[in-house]
């Protein structure tokens, strides 16, 4: 079982920036690759972001390519997400996953592990 737990949501006025820390415990934390998904209100889950099991490489939605940027501390059992240019259509309730395999990481389907989420609001 892996545990995940979001923090670092919350209100920011356009342009504005945030940080997103998903941290882990419970197995081995290296062993995943790591994805962050998000859910506006009355909209499906959508992929964000994705990063390998060492960090080497990164995967990213178009919509937010070049303002957000996924990382992760293995000896800290944490994963990341840099949200800058922040938009209004940014707004949603994040998630962080967990996965054993690097393939279809869009695809929310085939992820182990997901946080309880951590709202973002971003106001025009």
């Known amino acids: 079982q892996v545990h995940l737990v979001e923090s670092g949501g919350g209100l920011v006025q356009a342009g504005g920036s945030l940080r997103l820390s998903c941290a882990a415990s419970?197995?081995?934390?290296?062993?995943?690759?790591m994805g962050w998904f998000r859910q506006a209100l009355g909209k499906e889950r959508e992929f964000v972001a994705a990063i390998s099991k060492i960090g080497g490489r990164t995967y990213y939605t178009d919509s937010v390519k070049g303002r957000f940027t996924i990382s992760r501390d293995n000896a800290k059992n944490e994963v990341y997400l840099q949200m800058n240019s922040l938009k209004p259509e940014d707004t949603a309730v994040y998630y962080c996953?967990?996965?054993?395999?690097?393939?279809?990481?869009?695809?929310?389907?085939?992820?182990?592990?997901w946080g309880q989420g951590t709202q973002v609001t971003v106001s025009s």
């Open positions: 996953a967990a996965k054993s395999t690097i393939v279809d990481v869009p695809m929310a389907r085939g992820y182990d592990y």
């Open positions: 419970g197995r081995t934390f290296s062993s995943y690759a």
